[in-house]
């Protein structure tokens, strides 16, 4: 009987769910005996159910039936008659007309008064299925931790979702709330897979996929990322606590960090993590498909960029698309545009550092693609100790371009012939092995190559284009980590790698190849030892050596330096040279710093020491059969570093800092025939001054003013006949000054951006001149602005930058070149136009799907150019330079994409 | 728009292509719109210091090459710095040069003698750093002339080639090449050949809209043969003249402004089509012929649109 009675009062609540519940239960009422001119004013209302005995012979039998009844209510609410208006046998017509006889209602009205009605009523008698079992309920238990120090995270939210199943299973979220020990449990789960989100008390929320087994309790660990927390001062009289952990980078006075996952949503970049870089402060907007980084007014070799502490030669791809490491491989991305600290060397001008994620326990991995190339990334667990992961990017731009290409309807086939396509992959490999207690050995490779191939047909032989550009690189190293019970750490970081270089370009009959082939090796070590309770102390060693196979042909300015006068596309001079030659350039830097607290000062006194070693084969050009004398020689520098923290208050610091800079020559310009083996050491000097102002837990004000000087920069000589061996001198000098601000939210409520603005002037000369000149790629003002929302599985964000065009040198007339038959620009006062502004609006658009089992969807639209703007990207003119104009860059575009992850 | 450039703009919407669009500034090369000199031509095209040599013009207007242009005739006397990409030397648009003769056709003169070493490899003391040939081995003397023509002034830079010693080589290279190389000579024009449809069509009386294919041919010698200092090999070895052909005329279309040969093209003729005017009426065609060396020839025809 309870069974039937639960199917009657789940068939009248099923009903009244529905759209028009009165005439559902109800059926075909309709009001006996009233004029139709009367109205309706109240429907009869069941207000107490009898339940009718269900005939036990069907019962048994499993028969269901439906009896429709005709009921007649008083005015009183009584049911005065119960009548069969559709049978469904004598023992359930009686049972249900039996039943129906003991119902109550609350009376109809008619016109607002109590009145007799007759209704249609449908019993339904259902043999309720048996109850399923109770499913094996699961449980999630485990911790949080901050990544950085793997100290316990107390009052962190972790909440588990599971959106509803294809199979009709409910929705589920559950909560709860870490204690100081930084455990959480989650009991009672259904089994199956959740969408994990962590959310620390400053709003920093990092998302996870579990699945939960039948009947176990999932035990799961989460170390989280966190923005830097405020430095207050410790109370009087209490040593500040030391969180003992495996150290980050060291934070730099002026050092901009992206944590991977929020550099992923920034529109613009397609999800590349790297790219992120272009929209910090202090980084001048590259042209476009170029991929260099200009920052502070440095020439963008002059920037030095480091994964894990190791030097790399590209952060980007050549064509600048994409970052050269897989994002999924990278836990966070730095950029110190100046006055670093002592651990860092060789170059003028700033650092950007690529720290590898932590390969997480489990098995995971994604596979995406969208209209740049394809990727994917996988990483398991092998053991209780060991993890590897590996990713590759494979571009299929060419081949995309190729398929929409009009050609195959009768359009254009030579896209490839005029415009050059690049073609990139990349693949990393990475394995961390826990060795004991907080020590712990990574390994990693990287690979990245680029091609660019074009080539223009022309009836004329002059003007038959082919140009090949070939670029790549590996790396290999291996990356130590011993943290002692006191907190102190050493890394080791031994590595080794190949770079590779190719450009051949033939236009007309004046050929241009530059080949350099690089043999790789060093050493990066530091320990980090506490002294007391105020100073740290970190000594450490960095060493790179450099093997260098270089071969070149063509003219001597071709490829273009920093300070050449020419303008776009115009053809080197039709002097022709040859030369290969090897080198051998090895630094060893030993170094140290301490940061000493002082009360409410933090102070880092550091000191580099490098010594150089630059060897070359050729001394001079060659000359009849006179073997080539090769060169050796040693420079030594003494580079003091330091900065200072002043925490005025708990929010608001004071900071400034100060380091002086030397770099060796690179290979190519050690040429006894196109450069000169004699070049010694560029040099430069960074002073910072700032404030940092932590207006709430997540948003900051950062302002920094800078100034580098810069003395001995390679540049061309100036004389039409220079000596032997010294067509490069070092009489270069530069200045760069500026000031900088960036405002930023940390990621809260799903909201994260910044805005940064930057005015400066980089400033280049020929030492003994008076006058200054622009530097190539001076842009006095330089603003972004990026935001991003989640909004549940959405995520929408938009960036909008500005930048003051690259300076240029006005053309003012021309001259016919009878030989070669073109013309030559006449040259106004040196780099005094500018190329027009830029500014552009991205947006980003993208969705998270969660499949189930641990799987989800992401698919995103990159729009880029919203506004279709035509930017000039630089300066054109025609063939007899009578006429200028621009050449534009992208127009609107949206690449789209997606990705599934395990 | 190029046709390609069209279809980029297309697969740039669709494919997110890292590019650029190049203005379109409608110009033709070959088309004359203005005072121009077309060619300077040295006879010889190739001499050593002290010789003399004498040099013509071909300068084309809209109405027609002009036959007695006034040019004022000028040798550069001021070698490019390393970091100039021109021809020659911006000073030698200024006082940097040594006056040949004003307001004359043509004019003679003999290389000076330190032509070599302002342009060439010889330097002053062993410690200088020679000058870089072109990628045939030469040197070249730059002679200014600056055209005069209706107010206008229009300034070209004839390159003369220079026969300077080898720098650099050995002395088995340098007897090798001395007695190898052959100095330039100018190359020739044979007559224009004009066809429409096939058929021979004469220059005064192509048809309105016509489009008449063009050949320019030269002798089988005009493309010589000559030895150069390969600096990669260090060696003496052997090449091929490119040939070039530039093509000019006041009105009508071309299909290319320039055709030529490369080095390993033997054929000794290039052939370019011409659309006449839609409008009868009168046109000049003018035709330069340039050698990798330096050496020229030109021509120039009345053409006659009916």
């Not at chain 1, 009183?76 to 023992?91: L, N, R």
């Not at chain 1, 790549?472 to 130590?480: T, V």
């Not at chain 2, 066809?195 to 041919?217: E, H, K, N």
């Not at chain 2, 040939?243 to 290039?270: I, K």
Request: proline share 7%; with cysteine.
């Amino acid at each position: 009987m309870r069974g039937r009675c639960f199917v009657a009062f789940v068939s009248v609540a099923l009903l009244a769910g529905s759209p028009a519940p009165a005439l559902a239960q109800q059926r075909g009422s309709d009001i006996g005996g009233q004029p139709t001119k009367r109205k309706l004013t109240k429907m009869p209302r069941l207000v107490k159910f009898v339940e009718a005995e269900y005939p036990p012979a069907k019962k048994a039998a499993g028969v269901a039936a439906s009896v429709v009844l005709t009921i007649e209510i008083g005015a009183t609410g009584k049911v005065t008659a119960v009548s069969v208006a559709e049978s469904a046998g004598a023992d359930f017509d009686a049972a249900a007309a039996a039943a129906a006889a003991g119902f109550e209602f609350e009376p109809a009205e008619v016109d607002d008064k109590p009145a007799p009605a007759k209704i249609t009523y449908r019993y339904d008698f259902v043999i309720a299925a048996p109850e399923p079992p109770a499913a094996a309920l699961a449980a999630l238990e485990g911790e949080v931790r901050a990544a950085s120090t793997f100290a316990p995270l107390g009052g962190v939210k972790v909440t588990v979702s599971r959106e509803p199943a294809p199979d009709g299973a409910a929705p589920i979220v559950k909560s709860a709330t870490t204690d100081a020990a930084g455990r959480f449990s989650l009991p009672d789960l259904p089994a199956g897979t959740y969408a994990v989100v962590v959310e620390a008390p400053d709003g920093t929320t990092t998302r996870f996929s579990e699945t939960a087994a039948p009947g176990k309790t999932t035990r799961v660990r989460y170390d989280v990322v966190l923005p830097p927390p405020a430095r207050p001062s410790p109370p009087d009289g209490v040593d500040e606590v030391e969180i003992r952990g495996r150290p980050r980078a060291r934070r730099e006075i002026v050092d901009y960090a992206v944590r991977a996952e929020q550099a992923k949503k920034v529109a613009g970049t397609q999800g590349d993590v790297l790219k992120v870089v272009q929209n910090l402060p202090g980084v001048s907007r590259p042209p476009v498909a170029s991929g260099q980084i200009v920052v502070w007014g440095s020439a963008p070799r002059d920037t030095r960029v480091y994964v894990d502490g190791v030097d790399l030669p590209a952060l980007y791809h050549g064509s600048g698309l994409r970052g050269t490491i897989n994002s999924d491989l990278v836990a966070s991305i730095d950029l110190v545009p100046g006055a670093f600290g002592a651990e860092y060397g060789r170059g003028l001008g700033g650092l950007v550092r690529v720290e590898t994620r932590s390969l997480p326990r489990g098995t995971h991995g994604y596979v995406g693609a969208d209209t740049l190339d394809g990727s994917a990334f996988a990483s398991t667990q092998i053991g209780e100790r060991v993890r590897v992961g590996s990713a590759f990017r494979y571009s299929w731009l060419d081949r995309v371009l190729a398929a929409a290409s009009p050609s195959s309807t009768g359009g254009a086939s030579d896209i490839g012939d005029f415009f050059p396509i690049p073609r990139y992959r990349d693949a990393q490999l990475k394995a961390t092995i826990d060795l004991r207690k907080r020590e712990s050995l990574d390994t990693v490779v990287l690979v990245s190559s680029d091609a660019l191939d074009r080539t223009v047909p022309s009836p004329d032989p002059a003007k038959r284009r082919v140009e090949a550009t070939r670029s790549g690189f590996w790396r290999a190293y291996a990356r130590y980590t011993n943290t002692t019970d006191d907190g102190d750490t050493a890394i080791v970081t031994p590595f080794v790698g190949h770079d590779a270089s190719s450009l051949v370009q033939r236009f007309g009959a004046n050929p241009t190849r530059l080949e350099v082939d690089s043999d790789r090796y060093g050493l990066r070590a530091s320990l980090r030892s506490k002294l007391g309770s105020r100073v740290v102390l970190v000594t450490g060693m960095d060493a790179l050596g450099t093997a260098s196979s270089v071969s070149r042909e063509g003219s001597l300015t071709l490829p273009p330096r920093e300070g050449d006068v020419a303008v776009f596309g115009q053809p080197a001079g039709d002097e022709y040279a040859v030369d290969r030659w090897k080198t051998h350039i090895l630094d060893v830097g030993p170094h140290a710093y301490a940061d000493v607290r002082v009360g409410p000062v933090t102070l880092t006194p550091g000191v580099r020491f490098d010594a150089f070693v630059i060897e070359g084969s050729k001394s001079l050009p060659p000359a009849g059969n006179v073997p080539p004398i090769g060169f050796s020689r040693m420079e030594t520098t003494v580079a003091p570093r330091a900065s200072a923290r002043w925490d005025v208050t708990r929010r608001l610091a004071l900071t400034t800092a100060y380091g002086n800079y030397h770099q060796p020559p690179e290979p190519e310009d050690l040429s006894a025939v196109f450069g000169t083996p004699e070049l010694g050491l560029s040099r430069s000097t960074h002073i910072t001054a700032g404030e940092s102002l932590r207006v709430t837990d997540s948003l900051t004000v950062d302002v920094v003013a800078f100034d580098k000087r810069m003395k001995d920069l390679v540049v061309r000589s100036r004389l039409a006949n220079p000596l032997r061996a010294r067509s490069l001198t070092q009489n270069g000098e530069g200045r760069s000054y500026g000031v900088q601000l960036l405002l930023r939210q940390e990621l809260w409520r799903g909201f994260f951006g910044w805005a940064s603005y930057a005015i400066s002037k980089s400033e280049r000369r020929f030492e003994g001149d008076e006058e200054w000149r622009p530097f190539d790629f001076d842009q006095p003002h330089v603003l972004s602005l990026v935001a991003s929302q989640e909004i549940g599985s959405w995520s929408v964000g938009a960036r909008f930058r500005y930048a003051s065009g690259n300076p240029r040198t006005p053309v003012i007339g021309s001259v016919y070149d009878a030989r070669s038959d073109r013309f030559d620009p006449v040259f106004g006062p040196q780099s005094t136009t500018r190329i027009p502004s830029f500014w552009q609006l991205d947006l980003r658009v993208d969705r998270t799907f969660v499949l189930g089992r641990g799987v989800r969807a992401l698919v995103f639209a990159d729009l880029q150019n919203v506004t279709n703007r035509d930017n000039a990207e630089e300066i054109a003119y025609s063939a007899d330079f009578r006429r200028r104009g621009i050449i534009t860059g992208l127009p609107f575009i949206a690449v789209v994409g997606g990705r599934l992850e395990l | 728009m190029h046709r390609s450039l069209r279809a980029l703009s297309l697969v740039v919407v669709l494919g997110g292509a890292p590019f650029a669009c190049r203005p379109d500034f409608g110009d033709r090369e070959s088309l004359v719109t203005r005072t121009q000199v077309l060619a300077v031509r040295g006879d010889p095209p190739e001499a050593k210091p002290g010789e003399v040599v004498s040099w013509s013009l071909l300068v084309a207007t809209p109405d027609g090459p002009v036959a007695e242009p006034i040019a004022s005739w000028a040798l550069c006397a001021t070698p490019k710095l390393l970091t100039e990409n021109g021809a020659a030397s911006a000073a030698c648009l200024g006082d940097g040069v040594r006056p040949i003769v004003e307001g004359a056709a043509a004019a003679s003169a003999a290389i000076p003698g330190d032509a070599c070493a302002l342009f060439g490899p010889q330097v002053a003391a062993a410690e200088l750093r020679p000058r870089d040939p072109d990628v045939t081995g030469g040197y070249y003397q730059p002679v200014r002339v600056t055209v005069f023509d209706r107010g206008a002034t229009s300034v070209a830079f004839g390159l003369q080639r220079v026969g300077c010693a080898l720098a650099n080589a050995s002395a088995d290279v340098t007897t090798d090449f001395s007695r190898r190389y052959v100095a330039n000579a100018n190359p020739e024009l044979e007559p224009l050949e004009a066809t429409l449809g096939g058929a021979p069509v004469a220059l005064d009386a192509i048809p309105a809209g016509a489009t008449v294919t063009l050949r320019a041919s030269w002798p089988a010698e005009a493309a010589e043969r000559y030895v150069v200092y390969d600096l990669a090999s260090r060696a003496v070895v052997e090449r091929r003249e490119t040939m070039r052909v530039s093509w000019f005329a006041t009105a009508g279309t071309f299909e290319s402004d320039r055709t030529g040969r490369a080095e390993d093209e033997l054929e000794t003729s290039t052939t370019n089509t011409w659309t006449a005017p839609r409008a009868a009426g009168s046109a000049h065609l003018f035709v330069v012929l340039r050698d990798a060396r330096g050496g020229v020839a030109f021509a120039s025809h009345a053409l006659v649109i009916r």
